[in-house]
């Protein structure tokens, strides 16, 4: 049986991975997430995925599927990537309130036995409700914006700080099942 490898250390994605039932082994990747600049386009989110990806396959048997992800926060196509510092953070956080924003998980999976590989990926759309700087410092103050894309994780938001989203919630989080089955599906992983 092909072991299933999950090349990252993310307690997000960890729980949906958990959550669709699939059995797997942690080893993060040490690839340097940097980008040349902050214009969006899917093919860089896909690249970074991929170099994560491949990091990982480098470390394991020819018997295993490793997946990688990368999740982006996208705005006017300029990608928002973690903040080094809180006031990074607010200051990303000032700029998403009120605005719908794009947020693009890329997910690539790499079948060691086989060399097969095979990327995806998915768009969802949130729109936050205009946030005044009581909301950003108790949002900033209260969770660690540091660790996410855009600043923020959508599953610790009070819901009057969003105004709608569109498309899969767990993408948002920073994984999409219907991705990963498809994924899988396609190097010939299934799940039950």
Not at 90 to 111: D, P, Q, R, W, Y
């Amino acid at each position: 049986m092909i072991k299933l490898i999950l090349a990252s250390n993310s307690p997000r994605r960890k729980k949906i991975l958990a959550d669709m039932g699939l059995k797997y082994e942690i080893i993060p990747s040490n690839y340097d997430e940097k980008l040349e600049d902050d214009i969006f386009s899917y093919d860089k989110i896909e690249d970074l995925a991929t170099q994560k990806c491949l990091d990982v396959v480098r470390r394991v048997d020819k018997n295993s599927l490793v997946l990688a992800a990368d999740t982006v926060v996208v705005l006017h196509n300029k990608i928002l990537g973690k903040p080094h510092t809180k006031e990074n953070a607010f200051a990303m956080l000032k700029e998403l309130a009120g605005e719908t924003h794009m947020v693009v998980t890329s997910i690539c999976a790499i079948n060691t036995k086989t060399n097969r590989a095979a990327t995806m990926s998915t768009t969802s759309y949130v729109r936050f409700t205009q946030w005044t700087d009581e909301m950003i410092h108790s949002y900033v103050d209260s969770f660690n914006p540091l660790d996410k894309a855009g600043s923020y994780g959508i599953q610790e938001l009070p819901p009057n700080h969003i105004d709608k989203f569109e498309g899969s919630f767990e993408n948002i989080v920073g994984l999409c099942p219907e991705s990963v089955t498809t994924v899988l599906n396609q190097l010939g992983y299934s799940i039950q």
